[in-house]
Nanobody
Framework: QVQLVESGGGLVQPGGSLRLSCAASGFTLGSRAVGWFRQAPGKEREGVICISISDSDTYYYSDSVKGRFTISRDNTKNTVYLRMNSLKPEDTAVYYC????????????????????WGQGTQVTVSS
């Protein structure tokens, strides 16, 4: 059974850091590009970052995320990580990981239709 499970969310103060994990079972995560998305209350789900099977090929959602968020993968653990630094209140959302249908992030990497498997999400709240 194919499954993605996110973890690592929580409450953090502005300026703090969190590392989210996306653990896969039932398939080899290293054979797929993986994206992180987030959805804030009342807003559409938006792409945050994508990593291809080669770590050197990543895409960022916006300047507000670039330089603060990084993505990495550990194929030995079948897991992808999202490291979030300098968190801001506007980063508050439910964060989801998802597997692309192929191995490479494309120019439409932030289109949810590019992804077939999704995790259940983990809540990140940035507040003082």
């Amino acid at each position: 059974q194919v499954q993605l499970v996110e973890s690592g969310g929580g409450l953090v103060q502005p300026g703090g850091s969190l590392r989210l994990s996306c653990a896969a079972s039932g398939f080899t995560l290293g054979s797929r590009a993986v994206g992180w998305f987030r959805q804030a209350p009342g807003k559409e789900r938006e792409g945050v970052i994508c990593i291809s099977i080669s770590d050197s090929d990543t895409y960022y959602y916006s300047d507000s995320v670039k330089g603060r968020f990084t993505i990495s993968r550990d194929n030995t653990k079948n897991t992808v990580y999202l490291r979030m630094n300098s968190l801001k209140p506007e980063d508050t959302a439910v964060y989801y990981c998802a597997t692309d249908r192929g191995g490479w992030c494309t120019p439409v990497w932030d289109n949810t239709y590019e992804y077939d498997y999704w995790g259940q999400g983990t809540q990140v709240t940035v507040s003082s």
